[in-house]
């Protein structure tokens, strides 16, 4: 949690793999795709805070399962959702498309689309010094989320987008997947020092109860056989060949 000194972000976990971000300014806090809500609430009750947004990445149920009991109990709070998912995030209250740029705890939050996953997933870029990407399901450490609405170009011209950002990006995926994810890479790619590296470094944070996530998009292209993918075909077949391992 102290990686990112620039700014106070907190991780929850909950449910199975799941992990709630806070990102925390004085006394105001932005939450991202809430699962659930009780341990948002109870965060924020002992911490005093006040409840300023809820940021939506896409529309599965492990992302807004927690959105409108939160709403009940912040009512006036702003729920940023992308325009595209207004019947299946009917409670947004911002809607948002690509390449927007909204104002959120006194910093410029752009709105990066990145099909794949779903036909309308987005996520929140907070350029800086050091900027971080609230990713959700798009990307994690080691992977790339699945593709269940959208094509396999959309998902490889998504991460070629991420891969454009500032080197140092720290990016917060949703899911605490990397020890599982880099056990594959190294099945295809047994030799890879760096990808050996990694699995060691997950198992050490693991062993301390530590998160592996955010992690650093430079550090993610030495080692993510997605990011690594040459061409789309390439992309293709370990996308097809990650839904097939076990």
Known sequence: ??????????GL???????????????SVVV???????????????NNLNLEA???THHHSDHIGGTKSLIERWPNVKVIASY???????????SVEDGETLNILGEEVQIIEVLGHTSS????????????????DTLFSGGCGR?????????YSSLERIKSLPKNTLIYCAHEYTKS??????????????IKNKLSEVEKKLSHNKLTIPFLLADEMKINLFLRAKNLEEFTFLRENKDLWV
């Open 1 to 10: 949690m102290e990686f990112n000194k620039a700014r106070n972000i907190i």
């Open 13 to 27: 976990r909950v449910l199975s793999d799941n992990v709630i971000w806070l990102w925390v300014k004085d006394k």
């Open 32 to 46: 991202v795709d809430p699962s659930v809500h009780e341990p948002v609430i109870r965060y924020i009750d002992e």
């Open 54 to 56: 809820i940021w939506q």
């Open 84 to 94: 595209k998912e207004q019947k299946r995030i009917p409670f947004q209250n911002v």
């Open 121 to 136: 997933h987005i996520a929140f870029f907070l350029n800086g010094k050091i900027p971080v990407l609230f990713i959700g």
């Open 147 to 155: 593709i269940f609405e959208g094509t396999y170009q959309q998902m």
């Open 181 to 194: 994810n880099i056990l594959w890479a190294l099945n295809l790619k047994p030799k890879d020092q760096d």
